[in-house]
């Protein structure tokens, strides 16, 4: 049986505003060109989960001025069947683009926040995938939904926008399988769950390519406290950070994996989906793993995975714009990292 992934989340009108530098407050700036894509966290890895090889549905809302992007999510092979059309503007970023890649991102959450009837899961997902753009009760609803279905669904969390302080605090962090962050996200909640930076000690046996790495005693604190969750780190330009306690290699569940950024051809255009591409190559991994090698998870596997993840953010940001920007697998594929 083939592994399917349900996303409940967000889908925005993105309009970028390309600019020298991103403004400082108080000042005012001019933009020299503006432009206006399809985008939202959850619409962007439902295409990279799409474009990675794999069957995803998309749950969640957009205005009438919208309509035009559900079209180009059924074009993208994305199931846009729980997709509803709501009497209110849809979704908006704004975002600051500077010539270097840079960006700022301003979001209004318009019909992202309309009420949707589905609050459970449809038929059939192995693998439910969440961020923060939508009502937090919507997606604990699926959080409880997902751990009360079988032990063998997995549930992928991606914590952007950040919870607040006391959202993180209550939040279910126990029933994430797989917890996905930057290296802000992973600080924000380490800081408001132990109210400070870290204090603990980094091992130093066999992970010296990892104890200079800021966000790796972050996450080690993190894994702490929920250490059966899985935790990815993104690190931009530096790479990927991952600790991964559910590997079933004997030793292997507790050394981390580092894997350095993908090579730039044309060197960095727009970061904006970089972070929504590599969840979404990320899911399509675990899942093509599970399909063809069972429910058995090894390091060598995940390497791989990671690698074929990075290879596909690296290639993002090569381009203009978020969900027009993710890579097909067979582009990915051809350029992997060795």
């Not at 889908?11 to 390309?18: H, W």
């Not at 044309?266 to 979404?280: E, H, K, Q, S, W």
């Amino acid at each position: 049986m083939n592994s399917k992934c349900v996303i409940r989340g967000s889908i925005n009108i993105d309009e970028f505003f390309y600019v020298k530098d991103i403004v400082h407050p108080g000042e005012t700036i001019s933009s020299h060109r503006l432009s206006k894509r399809a985008g939202g966290k959850g619409a962007n890895q439902a295409v990279a989960v799409a474009r990675a090889g794999a069957s995803v549905a998309l749950v969640g809302s957009v205005g009438e001025d919208g309509r035009w992007i559900v079209e180009s999510l059924k074009d993208s092979q994305v199931d846009v069947s729980d997709i509803q059309i709501v009497p209110e503007s849809s979704g908006r970023a704004v975002i600051q683009l500077t010539d270097d890649g840079e960006n700022s991102i301003i979001l209004f959450k318009g019909a992202n926040y309309a009420q949707h009837p589905k609050k459970s899961l449809p038929f059939g997902p192995t693998y439910v995938l969440l961020q923060n753009e939508i009502p937090l009760e919507d997606t604990l609803a699926y959080i409880n939904a997902a751990a009360e279905a079988s032990s063998s669904t997995v549930t992928v969390f991606n914590p952007s926008p950040v919870p607040s302080d006391t959202e993180i605090k209550k939040f279910p962090w126990n029933k994430i399988t797989w917890l996905i962050v930057n290296e802000r996200e992973a600080s924000d909640i380490c800081q408001a769950l132990f109210s400070g930076a870290p204090d603990i000690n980094v091992p130093g046996s066999g992970e010296a390519a990892c104890a200079n790495i800021p966000a790796y005693p972050i996450l080690l604190r993190l894994s702490s406290q929920f250490p059966k969750t899985n935790i990815v780190c993104t690190l931009g330009a530096a790479g990927v950070l991952a600790l991964v306690p559910s590997l079933q290699d004997s030793t292997a569940s507790s050394e981390p994996i580092f894997l350095p950024a993908a090579k730039l051809q044309d060197g960095v255009v727009d970061t904006t989906g970089a972070g929504d591409c590599f969840t979404g190559y990320l899911v399509a991994g675990l899942m093509k793993m599970r399909d063809e090698r069972s429910k058995v998870l090894q390091r060598k596997n995940v390497i791989s995975i990671l690698k074929r993840c990075v290879q596909a953010a690296g290639m993002c940001v090569e381009k203009r714009g978020a969900l027009e920007s993710i890579p097909h697998a067979k582009d990915v594929d051809t350029h992997a990292i060795s």
